[in-house]
């Protein structure tokens, strides 16, 4: 099974998990939103809708074409600082963004 398979199936992972918690919009945020240049948006959106309509859409269209994947991601710390306190059960996610950071060099 190719690299760019195993990064799918963990896309699909991630989207599936958010939907399970309720953390998935239906509404797509203000397009200047999505245009932050700043890390995961912060200064425009909630980390949710980052993961939603910024990185998964990001990494769907790179193992779509085939291209470069990021030789590092990180978001998993991101992830558990966002969800701390909150009374969500975002094992499955927090499990499914640890594989993506492996799949992309995050703990190498």
């Not at 991630?14 to 203000?30: F, L």
């Not at 991601?73 to 993506?100: D, H, K, N, W």
Request: one cysteine or more.
């Amino acid at each position: 099974m190719s690299h760019y398979h195993h990064v799918a199936e963990v896309l699909i992972d991630i989207e599936a998990e958010m939907r399970q918690i309720g953390c998935w919009d239906a509404i797509a945020p203000a397009s200047q939103a999505l245009r932050s240049e700043q890390p995961f948006a912060v200064d425009t959106l909630s980390f949710t809708q980052w993961l939603q309509f910024i990185f998964i859409p990001k990494i769907h269209f790179l193992v779509a074409e085939q291209q470069a994947l990021p030789n590092a991601c990180g978001i998993t710390p991101m992830a558990q600082e966002y969800f701390r306190g909150q009374q969500l059960p975002v094992g499955g996610l927090l499990s499914a963004l640890v594989r993506m950071d492996e799949l992309l060099g995050g703990n190498r």
